[in-house]
């Protein structure tokens, strides 16, 4: 799969949501590179912002779109890694700033 693919494959089932893709194109494109290396590395597609053990079980909670997405953009108008904001954060009508880790220092591997 290369990153167009992803594109059209994500944009289909998560804008239906209110989930969109950050205007800027060259961070969408770094981060869906990631996540398309990560599919390969540990066979499902992790975070690419944060560090993942490589057991499935372990990284449930950060495999795109991880589980701390909704509540992030709910609050902030974007997640963690900025790869899904919301159309008003998109539109300038939020004003963005640092999004906090939700994930539990316990999950993080190292």
């Known amino acids: 799969?290369?990153?167009?693919?992803?594109?059209?494959?994500?944009?289909k089932s998560q804008e239906p949501q209110g989930?969109?893709?950050?205007?800027?194109?060259v961070l969408v494109n770094d981060l869906l590179a990631g996540l398309i290396v990560?599919?390969?590395?540990?066979?499902?597609m992790s975070c690419p912002c944060r560090l993942a053990t490589g057991e499935?079980?372990?990284?449930?909670?950060?495999?795109?779109?991880?589980?701390?997405?909704?509540d992030d953009v709910r609050e902030y108008g974007n997640?963690?890694?900025?790869?899904y904001v919301s159309k008003e954060w998109n539109e300038g009508k939020i004003e963005v700033g640092v999004v906090p880790e939700r994930?539990?220092?316990?999950?993080?591997p190292f």
Request: net charge negative; hydrophobic share 30%; aromatic share 14%.
């Open 19 to 25: 989930f969109f893709f950050n205007n800027d194109i």
């Open 38 to 44: 990560n599919k390969e590395r540990y066979g499902y």
């Open 79 to 83: 997640c963690y890694c900025a790869l």
């Open 56 to 70: 499935h079980e372990k990284d449930k909670d950060i495999i795109c779109p991880c589980a701390y997405r909704n």
């Open 1 to 11: 799969m290369n990153i167009e693919e992803l594109l059209d494959i994500l944009k």
């Open 103 to 108: 994930r539990p220092p316990e999950k993080n």
